[in-house]
């Protein structure tokens, strides 16, 4: 790296001996040097030249010394200027003070140009791996601001306004996505396909951050475009995961249950894509798991055979869907929160509206693993079916 010195001392002479003993260095554009008469002017060349790196400055000088200078480059704080401060032969108290002061080296007068060298190719070292590091840093705080921006696009690609359909009377919805990071893989949707017909979906993509949100991204879309095709819930997942499977990317996949529900009989047809499966949570406190239909995650291997099941909804009843986010967290002592937990808690706030369910096991998920960092995204969506 080219190197940029202010020498700072009121000898006219000493101008002329260092570029003389540098010469090979400034022809070769290693070294560029800036040449001041005094503190004043000193500071004067650094608002002239802010790309200086090393200060080389003698501690007596007319108008302002070398330990005032010192001083006032402290109150730059600027972690990738150096300075190396020259004094006396056996003039501690003034090189302590400047130590003190912010100094990163010193050398003696009469100036040995070879310990000079040295000490500079010292400091570079140090100047390099400080400016290595800055590089670094701001590197991490534009990323930082990236994943800041990727999060607040992913948030809103997701459905955030509840009630959602508010002229609706026959079923209501809430859904909730708290990433492990900044941002996740989880997703949820829903949609109305026609006047009587409501889709709704949850995903988890595999894997963790800036891809698994991409892919969530991706896959989120192609279900969303697939399903108001108003195509059955099997062949909707069998499209997209053919498509999924077509533009692969380092083997990711997703997992994904998708339903239909007519709202004049409560008549849900779904298919799973290997998700886990959603509970239906009768009036009475009773919850049923949601069968299976033997469909593997999306993304995994083409024309791959999806099949659609359906259940009848009873007025009342709610649907809770989940990724493993929730019964996957675990304590201080890597124990799983589990099903069991989840079906219990269901129980205790089965007669709650939507959004307090929803509230109800995401608390109580939080508070199980209050001791341990969020390993995994935790997604919730759930709807009651009213009726007509």
Do not use: W
Not at 19 to 46: C, K, P, W
Not at 163 to 172: E, I
Not at 352 to 377: A, G, N
């Amino acid at each position: 790296m080219r190197l940029k010195l202010m020498v700072v001392d009121d000898e006219p002479d000493l101008e002329t001996l260092i570029r003389q003993r540098f010469r090979r260095q400034i022809r070769e554009e290693t070294l560029d040097f800036v040449f001041a008469h005094n503190g004043l002017d000193a500071l004067a060349r650094l608002i002239e030249h802010p790309d200086i790196g090393i200060i080389l400055t003698d501690i007596n000088m007319p108008e302002m010394d070398g330990l005032t200078l010192l001083s006032k480059i402290a109150e730059l704080n600027n972690p990738v200027l150096k300075t190396v401060v020259v004094s006396a032969y056996g003039d501690m108290e003034n090189i302590r003070t400047a130590m003190n002061r912010g100094a990163f080296d010193f050398i003696t007068k009469p100036i040995d140009f070879g310990d000079l060298e040295i000490t500079i190719n010292k400091t570079l070292q140090q100047l390099t791996l400080l400016r290595q590091s800055s590089a670094e840093h701001d590197q991490l705080i534009a990323l930082k601001q990236d994943l800041n921006t990727a999060k607040i696009i992913q948030q809103a690609i997701l459905p955030k306004v509840f009630p959602p359909f508010p002229n609706r009377k026959d079923f209501d919805v809430f859904g909730s996505m708290t990433a492990a990071k900044d941002i996740g893989g989880d997703f949820f949707d829903f949609f109305m396909i026609d006047e009587n017909n409501f889709g709704f979906v949850i995903g988890d993509v595999s894997g963790k951050g800036i891809p698994a949100a991409i892919f969530m991204a991706v896959s989120r879309t192609l279900l969303r475009a697939t399903a108001l095709k108003g195509l059955p819930p099997n062949e909707c997942l069998d499209h997209v995961n053919n498509l999924l499977c077509s533009e692969s990317v380092s083997s990711m996949f997703v997992t994904v249950f998708y339903g239909i529900l007519n709202t004049e009989n409560g008549i849900i047809t779904y298919a799973n894509g290997g998700h886990n499966p959603p509970y239906l949570v009768k009036t009475d406190g009773t919850i049923d798991l949601i069968l299976m239909t033997g469909g593997i995650a999306l993304g995994v291997m083409e024309e791959m055979p999806f099949s659609s099941k359906t259940l009848e909804m009873k007025p009342g009843e709610v649907v809770f869907l989940f990724t493993d986010g929730v019964t996957e967290a675990m304590d201080a002592e890597e124990n799983l929160y589990s099903e069991e937990r989840l079906v219990e808690k269901l129980k205790l706030s089965h007669s709650k509206d939507i959004q307090e369910i929803t509230k109800d096991i995401i608390d109580d998920v939080f508070l199980y693993s209050k001791d341990v960092p969020q390993s995994d995204d935790i997604t919730v969506l759930t709807f009651r079916y009213f009726g007509r």
